[in-house]
């Protein structure tokens, strides 16, 4: 372990580590990422999996949007296959309402440049034959979403900032962050002491502890998300398929296997990493429902993460008022695997630069929460 | 015309024992055989036989032959003719043979007949193409004449005949697809099954051949489920690469001569089909006739001799009035014992319509596998089967396996008395016994496995551990190599002390890279390609390769995958991450959930 770094990363997870990778792009040495269990243990290595530009907001679109350019070059700027696949998202409709509503979304996510069409039943039906769209009204598709392997995703940073030079320390957890004068002075972590003037809290679940460690409150909190996979079959399914009003995702994985969840009705607070059969239960019905074909599929393993959230539903990307070079990813809310190169390479930037460059990030700085809060809804 | 007090016709196993016991008590006699060597069946088998250590066994079949063959050079009463073929008996006691393109006839007081039997048929689609064999010609071919007629087999049939030449045709190097048997369960005995399928072989029960594939010779073939009236499932058919097929569904008895010579005889399926009605001392309905072996019910050699032997021995009481009840009552007995096993519940119901019954001994005792005292060289003995064998028991020095009274009896090994000294290991027939020590504090473990492969490792050697079903299970050292005259020679490896209950065979390391995790298809070279790219955490080696992450959830694979890391990483199993338990623990359907079962 290195005694002095120029920047310390907290957290080896996808937003973690795509910052280190980025700082390595620049050409930045000494930098320290600190892991407390291994790489994809936290959030990153639980969540779906997908690759969405599909949302309310118009900051998260364009977010998105650049992702999804950093993922079609991931397997060359990263070297590793990440099962990536531009399935497209296909979300749901059930009442004319949720129809005003996705038509202004449409409408919204075009103008940003987005490749986004409004489909009715039958359209929908027409793609997804095998599917019971009973009660849908329409949708909305866009071609360019997508998904991949989150686990592989996490491990090719890994593995990438390791061969670029970042050290990389798992099993290591940061314990107290020295602060002098609003300055940062340095990290003592389970292995040791670290000097230096740069930390990045990219802590996921943990963000809020890791805040306070400098003396900074940030408003997330973490809560319990169940996700469940099947066995693996053949290749029925491209796209992740959402119902916002039956509450889930689906995706088939690369690999054949059905990746789904919902979002519990008072899921556990925290980082409880738990499962309940409950979950099974309402999951069961609700995707035997709408993918007849799963009646007989099996159910091979539940597990479960965490949604760092924030109180809009995005992310906080900012530095701290009070601590100079004290700068967080977090707050993602269950949307942090699909955003992490367009976030690596801004807080990057940040760091660098002072100030994000490829895209202006500014209105997720932690002062928007002073003035009325505007949420996503698209969220599961 | 010669005339002879006693002729015998056939060489195998009963006719030999029938004509050296007619020869001791003084009957002179002519064995006819048609093969240039006596034997029968027995110089094609190259495997050690079970049975009473009295009756040869863990002997190999080809050397008993050669003990009998030795025993009727050595007695004047006995004339031989072999390559001398039995076309008729005909009135008056008359038997017709050919020999060297010549017509001879003898006759005959009294005759023994052990003609044995012949491979059944099985019809399926193309079984007229070259390439398809009876398992006895193939075992014949290779092992008589040192030709192997294919290069990848598929058997047919797991009997006793299928899983003994599966392994012959490993141990002469070529390789074994399958086993395909069309019952729910082996036919065969265990420790024959469970030898072959430590080298990989798989048995497909409930599966049939549909036909074979092929121009001008075998090519392949296509076999398929079948359900309970044996008639193959649509849609799980399967194709087989393969060269030769053995059809190897049993044996009938060869009971044309029998008919001849004027004996009864009747349709017995439990007994292999038509056979000559007979008496407990072997005497059919002709009473100048007897039977012995296969010809009688298919079993095996040892049984076949004991009847040779009391045919023979009622033969002489008959002949010369000598005073040998006993000595036929006590053969009676032996063989009573023989088939009092489970094993053997079928030629007792065959039997049975003769009305010589048979008591099946109730107490056969059967242990389970016993572990033994942890860090003392000894000796494992997987052998749970009730089969009339006592081999172990008699070769030990020291007295430290017990059988008792009933040969179907299994082992029990009194462990304060095993001295690890492994003899049991080369005399146990079904290599069904294994050397083990553990050393607690280096965390290894020494296995000692009976090996009948060429070539043989040598000291040093990094070797593949194997489990019951051929899969790789880790690395290996081969520590010793102990050379033994019966050729069944031990490999001592070294293991890991986590695997010493898991690895029961070894095999050189392949080019080709086995399957670690066989739901998700990952080779041990893809984990091991993930080890030396850095990763050497369990969890992060799981989502990067998949292993253990399948429908077993990594049940068959965890431990295998967290040795590979440890011998990587140096890392203890112990000190290793294992990742955690999720359910469901086994697979269920999304439709498990769509009711609730609890009661309202």
């Given amino acids: ?380 | 015309m010669k005339s002879y007090e006693t002729v015998v016709i056939g060489g195998g196993p009963a006719g030999m024992v029938g004509a050296i016991t007619l020869g001791s008590k003084g009957v002179k006699n002519l064995l006819l055989d048609e093969n240039d060597t006596l034997g029968g069946q027995l110089v094609k088998q190259t495997h050690k036989f079970f049975g009473d250590h009295a009756h040869y066994a863990s002997v190999r079949g080809f050397e008993i032959a050669q003990k009998l063959q030795k025993k009727i050079s050595q007695n004047s009463n006995i004339k031989v003719e072999t390559s001398a073929t039995v076309i008729g008996i005909y009135p008056n006691k008359t038997i017709v043979y050919a020999k060297n393109g010549k017509e001879f006839k003898v006759t005959y007081e009294k005759l023994l007949i052990t003609t044995g039997a012949m491979e059944k048929q099985l019809p399926f689609i193309n079984s007229d193409l070259p390439g398809v064999y009876g398992a006895g010609a193939v075992q014949t071919l290779m092992n008589e004449y040192g030709v192997i007629p294919g290069k990848r087999f598929l058997i047919i049939g797991s009997g006793n005949i299928g899983l003994i030449l599966a392994y012959q045709l490993i141990q002469a190097g070529v390789e074994v697809r399958g086993i395909v048997e069309a019952i729910g369960k082996i036919g065969g005995y265990a420790v024959h099954a469970k030898k072959i399928k430590r080298l990989g072989v798989p048995i497909l029960l409930n599966h049939t051949i549909v036909k074979a594939i092929g121009d001008e010779s075998v090519s392949g073939a296509v076999i398929a489920k079948i359900d309970d009236k044996f008639k193959p499932i649509p849609g799980t058919e399967e194709e087989k690469v393969v060269d030769t097929i053995c059809v190897s569904v049993g044996l009938t008895p060869l009971s044309e001569l029998a008919e001849q010579a004027g004996c009864e005889v009747e349709y017995i399926p439990q007994l292999g089909g038509y056979v000559p009605v007979r008496n407990e001392k072997m005497q059919t309905t002709n009473p100048d006739v007897f039977i012995a072996g296969d010809l009688s019910s298919i079993e095996e050699a040892t049984t076949a001799m004991i009847e040779g032997k009391i045919a023979a021995l009622e033969i002489a009481r008959i002949l010369n009035g000598a005073n040998i009840e006993n000595e036929i009552n006590e053969e009676i007995k032996t063989l009573s014992l023989f088939r009092s096993g489970p094993k053997s519940a079928k030629i007792r119901a065959g039997l049975e319509k003769f009305g010589i019954s048979i008591e099946a001994v109730p107490n056969v005792e059967s242990h389970g596998v016993q572990i033994g005292p942890v860090g003392k060289l000894r000796a494992i003995v997987d052998c749970t089967e009730e089969i009339p064998c006592n081999s172990c028991e008699a070769v030990c020095p020291f007295e430290a396996i017990h059988i008792g009274e009933n040969l179907n009896s299994t082992p029990v090994v009194d462990y304060d008395k095993c001295t690890g000294c492994a003899t049991c290991v080369t005399a146990c027939p079904g290599l069904a016994i294994h050397m083990l020590k553990e050393d607690v504090e280096k965390s290894k473990a020494l296995v000692g496995i009976p090996y009948e492969l060429l070539p043989l490792p040598e000291k040093g050697e990094k070797m593949w551990a194997l489990n019951e079903d051929g899969n790789y299970v880790c690395d290996a050292i081969v520590k010793r190599v102990v050379k033994y005259p019966n050729k069944t020679n031990i490999v001592y490896i070294e293991i890991p002390i986590e695997f010493s209950r898991k690895v029961i065979n070894v095999e050189f390391p392949k080019e080709e890279s086995p399957f670690v995790c066989r739901c998700e298809e990952v080779t041990l070279s893809e984990i091991e390609r993930a080890i030396d790219s850095g990763i050497v955490d369990f969890e992060e080696l799981k989502r990067l390769t998949r292993v253990t992450m399948g429908p077993c959830g990594g049940k068959n694979c965890k431990l295998v995958v967290l040795g590979i890391l440890s011998r990587k990483t140096g890392v203890p199993i112990s000190k290793l991450s294992r990742g955690t338990s999720r359910p469901p623990v086994k697979p269920v359907e999304f439709s498990l959930f769509t009711k609730n079962g609890d009661p309202k």
Wanted: net charge neutral; charged share 20%; glycine share 10%.
């Fill in chain 1, 1 to 380: 372990m290195i005694s002095e770094a120029s920047v310390v990363i907290i957290g080896g997870g996808i937003i973690g580590t795509s910052i280190a990778f980025n700082l390595a792009k620049f050409g930045v040495k000494n930098v320290s990422v600190f892991e407390k269990s291994y790489i994809s243990s936290g959030s990153t290595g639980r969540c779906g999996g997908g690759i969405r530009q599909q949302w309310t907001s118009p900051m998260n679109v364009r977010l998105a949007m650049r992702s999804v350019e950093l993922f079609e070059r991931f397997k060359s700027d990263v070297g590793m296959d990440i099962e990536y696949i531009e399935g497209g998202y296909l979300l749901l409709a059930y009442t004319d309402k949720e129809i005003e509503e996705f038509k202004r979304n449409v409408k919204m996510q075009r103008e940003e440049g987005l490749n986004v069409e409004l489909l009715t039943n039958r359209q929908i039906a027409k793609k997804f034959p095998f599917m019971n769209l009973e009660g849908v009204k329409g949708g909305t598709w866009c071609p360019t979403d997508g998904h991949a392997n989150p686990q592989i995703a996490n491990i090719a940073y890994a593995m990438a900032i390791k061969r670029m030079g970042v050290e990389l320390n798992t099993h290591t957890s940061v314990e107290s962050i020295d602060t002098q004068n609003g300055k940062i002075i340095g990290v003592q972590t389970s292995k040791g002491y670290v000097k230096t003037n740069v930390v990045v809290n990219a802590a996921g679940g943990f963000s809020h502890e890791i805040g306070l460690m400098a003396g900074v409150d940030i408003p997330t909190y973490s809560e319990r998300h169940q996700i469940l996979v099947t066995e693996s079959v053949n290749h029925i399914l491209d796209p992740m398929v959402i119902s916002f009003q039956n509450n889930y995702y689906v995706r088939q994985t690369m690999h054949g296997s059905f990746v789904m969840g919902q979002s519990d009705k008072n899921p556990a607070k925290g980082n409880d990493l738990g499962h309940t059969v409950e979950f099974l239960e309402e999951m069961a019905p609700k995707m035997v429902h709408d993918f007849p074909f799963m009646k007989h599929l099996h159910i091979v393993r539940q597990w479960s993460g965490a949604y760092n959230v924030s109180p809009d539903a995005q992310p906080i990307i900012d530095e701290a008022r009070n601590v100079s070079r004290y700068i967080f990813a977090v707050g993602f809310s269950g949307h942090g695997f699909m955003l992490a190169p367009a976030v690596g390479e801004a807080v990057a930037e940040m760091i660098v630069y002072g100030r994000s460059k490829t895209m202006n990030i500014s209105n997720l700085g932690i002062s928007r929460f002073e003035n009325k809060i505007e949420k996503e809804h698209n969220v599961v």
